[in-house]
Nanobody, 124 residues
């Protein structure tokens, strides 16, 4: 397993932007897919975005498609989530996850390492 630490959460007004970053403790992360998930108050954790080991393939939840962008830098062992046009319903704790497959997945069972989470609050 790899240790993951998220950065960049906070409070933002509706329509605003935030960029989340996730740093991995080991270069082994480079060979595997990565993902971002979130858990809103009173709801189960859900898939947000995924990226393949090379960064060449990405996937998004319908609710964030066109507003969020996932990217990775394998030279720095980081994966980012750029969030634009934020809405109150995006309020959640966001988690970075390291996968056990090379291609992206929306299934939590395909991820074996998780960060501690970072709070994103969208409110005026």
């Amino acid at each position: 397993q790899v240790q993951l630490v998220e950065f960049g959460g906070g409070l933002v007004q509706p329509g605003g932007s935030l960029r989340l970053s996730c740093a991995a403790s080991t270069a082994t992360f480079r060979g595997y897919a990565m993902g971002w998930f979130r858990r809103a108050p009173g709801k189960e954790r859900e898939f947000v975005a995924g990226i393949s080991w090379s960064g060449g393939s990405t996937a998004y939840a319908d609710s964030v498609s066109g507003r969020f962008t996932i990217s990775r830098d394998n030279t720095k062992n980081t994966v980012d989530l750029q969030m634009n046009s934020l809405r109150p319903e995006d309020t959640a704790v966001y988690y970075c996850a390291a996968g056990v497959t090379r291609n992206w997945s929306k299934n939590e069972r395909d991820f074996d390492s998780w960060g501690q989470g970072t709070q994103v609050t969208v409110s005026s």
